[in-house]
């Protein structure tokens, strides 16, 4: 226990040391949460709060176009322009405001498309009708020429996000889908002479409602604080991997790590001391990044982080985080010859575990061949068991699996570290 102590002293001393790097370990990740997560919480409320200026040409001037317009302002989300600096929108001027950047979307809709639309319409239920032999009850309409395809064009700017252009187009979509519905029924009414209310139900049969969890009765929603503070602390976290490893080869270019050989000191003692030191390290990390998703973002008109009765398993997700890191360090450090190899490896590899494990880009949206290999992420394991404590409302048996994962992935890095370092003294 004396040994294992006076390895803890070691390495508290030799961070003393550097209180520069030491402050920046804690500092840095902090300014990255709250840089990350108003930069996020600001486009979120872009998307839903502010409201996007669209150009929309209107050619029609029929029932469409009024369906389309009144959709587009009772979204909230758009802002609808028909005019620049005065002149009436054209298709030519919309076009060329969208590639140039200065707007995202163009709307134009046809000439006559809700006259055409009507007719189209009329003509195929006089088509059914008739096959029902019913053309002798009702009136005959002069027989009219077949109606052409009408095209609603859409101009997107060229750096707008495909996420983007797919929801405006299935919501023009639906809006049309619904007018036509709508000019359906009242075709059929007019075919079969019947004058008033609407003899059909024209409201959506089917619909939508959205399940979320509930706790004491109120939604679960989750919010940019929920997804940025688990998601970041895992990335500090697993930072401690650069310090960690040059401290190592640091102690081996100075001749410290023979000085301990030589001494009655066992080369797991050391390794126990260098894990306590920066778990505590670690564990910091984790409290001021709570901290600030507590305390600091609701002054910044951020949404304030819930910990209430999920502290505990958030801080057991951490330590065994922490581990993990811890041992993908030491493992770095007692491989890499020099600072030059462990420094750059190590800032690189922790960047790729965070980009495969789903800090950056939600795991679902990857390819499917990177859904599979971000399994073998530890930053994944512990990014699924913060999830399960803090939008899945999940118990310790919730995130045994990932603390396992974890727990071994420490234990498998160790273990490797210790028998390469004896096989290297060995030869």
């Not at 809709?109 to 195929?124: A, W």
């Amino acid at each position: 226990m004396y040994k294992f102590l006076m390895s803890v002293q070691k390495e508290m001393l030799l961070l003393r040391r550097d209180l520069g790097g030491l402050v920046i370990l804690f500092l840095m990740p902090l300014v990255l949460i709250v840089t990350v997560t108003l930069i996020q919480d600001s486009t979120f409320k872009s998307v839903t709060e502010s409201k996007i200026p669209i150009l929309l040409v209107d050619n029609d001037n029929g029932e469409i176009s009024k369906t389309v317009k009144s959709s587009l302002n009772e979204s909230g989300s758009f802002e609808i322009v028909t005019e620049i600096k005065g002149a009436a929108l054209t298709e030519a001027m919309a076009g060329e405001a969208v590639f140039k950047g200065k707007y995202q979307l163009a709307i134009v809709i046809p000439e006559k498309l809700s006259v055409d639309l009507e007719k189209k319409v009329t003509q195929n239920v006089e088509d059914i009708i008739s096959k029902f032999g019913l053309e002798d009850t009702i009136p005959k309409a002069e027989k009219e020429k077949a109606v052409k395809t009408k095209e609603i064009k859409m101009y997107f700017d060229p750096a707008t996000q495909l996420t983007f252009k797919n929801g405006v187009k299935n919501a023009i979509d639906k809006m049309i889908s619904q007018v036509e519905t709508k000019s359906i029924y009242k075709a059929f009414q007019d075919q079969l002479g019947e004058e008033g209310e609407p003899i059909f139900e024209q409201e959506n049969f089917i619909t939508f409602k959205e399940i979320v969890p509930k706790v004491d009765n109120k939604e679960i929603l989750p919010n940019s604080v929920q997804h940025n503070v688990p998601a970041w602390t895992l990335f500090a976290i697993f930072f401690i991997v650069v310090p960690l490893s040059i401290n190592i080869v640091k102690e081996k270019g100075q001749g410290t790590q023979i000085r301990l050989i030589t001494n009655p000191v066992p080369y797991a003692v050391v390794i126990a001391g260098k894990t306590a030191t920066y778990l505590i390290i670690c564990m910091i990390q984790f409290l001021l990044m709570v901290a600030v998703g507590v305390y600091l973002f609701p002054y910044l008109g951020l949404p304030v982080l819930e910990i209430e009765g999920k502290l505990i398993l958030m801080s057991l997700v951490a330590l065994f985080s922490g581990l993990a890191a811890i041992g993908f360090g030491i493992l770095l450090g007692t491989v890499a010859k020099t600072q030059e190899q462990s420094a750059p490896f190590g800032a690189t590899s922790v960047v790729i575990l965070a980009a495969i494990g789903g800090v950056w880009v939600p795991v679902f949206a990857m390819p499917k061949i990177m859904q599979f290999v971000s399994h073998i992420s530890p930053m994944n394991w512990g990014l699924n068991a913060f999830y399960d404590v803090l939008l899945r409302n999940g118990s310790i048996v919730e995130i045994l699996p990932e603390i396992n994962l974890l727990l071994l992935f420490f234990i498998l890095t160790i273990t490797i570290a210790i028998v390469y370092d004896k096989k290297k003294r060995a030869v």
